[in-house]
C-alpha cells in the first residue's frame, strides 16, 4: 500500500490560485495512476484530476483550463495547480493512489471566498 499526506490548502480569494502537493511514500512504484477528488459535507466525493504513470492526464469538466496535475516522479509527489479559483471549488481535496490497492490521503482543506 502507498501512504499519501497532502498539503497546500489554504483560504484565497475567488480569482486567486494555489497549488497542492501529495507526497507518496510506501509500494510507489506500483502505482499507475494518482490524482485527487475533493468533497464538501454532505456530497459525494467529487472526482477532480488523474495522471497516468506515462503522462496521461484526466479532468473533471468543472476544472479542465484552469487545474493542473503533474507529478515529480524523482520526489514521488503528485501536484495539482489550482487557477482561477472559484467560491464552488470550496472543498476537501484528497489524494488517492491506484495500484493493487485504492488508496487515500487524509485530505486539505481549501476554501475560496467570494
Not at 497546500?8 to 507526497?23: D, H, I, M, R, T
Not at 503533474?70 to 484528497?94: G, I, R
Request: proline fraction near 3%; include cysteine.
Amino acid at each position: 500500500q502507498v501512504q499519501l499526506v497532502e498539503s497546500g490548502g489554504g483560504l484565497v480569494q475567488a480569482g486567486e490560485s494555489l497549488k497542492l502537493s501529495c507526497a507518496a511514500s510506501g509500494s510507489q512504484s506500483k502505482t499507475n495512476v494518482m490524482g485527487w477528488y475533493r468533497q464538501v459535507p454532505g456530497t459525494a466525493r467529487e472526482f477532480v484530476a488523474s495522471i497516468t504513470r506515462g503522462g496521461p492526464t484526466d479532468y473533471a469538466t468543472s476544472v479542465k483550463g484552469r487545474f493542473t496535475i503533474s507529478s515529480e516522479d524523482a520526489k514521488n509527489t503528485v501536484y495539482l495547480q489550482m487557477n482561477s479559483l472559484k467560491p464552488e471549488d470550496t472543498a476537501v481535496y484528497y489524494c488517492f493512489a491506484q495500484s493493487s490497492f485504492l488508496d487515500w490521503g487524509r485530505g486539505t482543506q481549501v476554501t475560496v471566498s467570494s
